[in-house]
């Protein structure tokens, strides 16, 4: 299994493709719209990628960020949503925004998605809610509510949605450490989504 690449982008295509060369192996990878706006030919690249196999092809789909690979996989291995569809969702939303999404019930959002009309996004909102794993929007059980617990938990569930540590670490430097894990939660993905866009 092809887990990243690092190499020279050769060419992009019209149709969401780059050609990345590893090592004189040339690798055609799908990605976002967006991400391939930044791979400029001749310049080097680094991937997360998912390499996905079924019984008559291989594609590599590739991410410039750790979570957007997780945030693909968690959509792919949720019923009805295929590459192609979870593709289409992470070129319309970021990761964090769509964990947002989510929280929030926003079916306006996932209607934005093309191929996505009102009632695909109902049953999407159900279905990613079981998907993307947010214990941190539950209150904290009675007893359990010191500072250093509310951090932890609130940096354990960034870390589960595919943060790294640094961003992590300088998102919570931003925080207040006062407030609920919920809303520190929210706050932390508001601070990362800008970071990143």
Do not use: C, W
């Not at 690092?6 to 976002?32: H, P």
């Not at 390499?51 to 019923?79: K, M, P, S, W, Y």
């Not at 593709?87 to 964990?99: F, M, Q, R, S, Y």
Request: no cysteine.
């Amino acid at each position: 299994m092809i887990g990243s690449l690092r190499g020279t982008v050769l060419e992009r295509t019209e149709e969401s493709n780059a050609l990345i060369e590893v090592g004189g192996v040339g690798y055609f990878v799908a990605v976002t719209p967006r991400t391939l706006a930044e791979l400029e030919p001749g310049a080097s690249v680094f991937l997360y990628v998912h390499h996905h196999i079924r019984e008559d092809a291989q594609t590599l789909f590739g991410f410039l960020h750790r979570d957007e690979r997780t945030t693909f996989q968690v959509l792919i291995a949720t019923h009805g949503i295929g590459p192609a569809l979870a593709l289409a969702i992470l070129g319309t939303h970021a990761p964090g925004a769509l964990v947002d999404i989510v929280a929030g019930n926003d079916i306006g959002a996932l209607t934005l998605v093309p191929g996505v009309g009102k009632k695909t996004a109902e049953r999407l909102l159900i279905e990613l809610r079981n998907r993307l794993n947010m214990p941190m929007l539950d209150p904290l059980p009675v007893g359990g509510g010191g500072k250093s617990s509310v951090v932890g938990d609130v940096r354990e569930a960034l870390t589960g949605l595919g943060y790294g540590p640094d961003e992590i670490r300088d998102a919570l430097r931003e925080l207040p450490t006062d407030g609920d894990a919920s809303g520190m939660l929210r706050d932390a993905l508001k601070l990362l989504g800008a970071k990143r866009a």
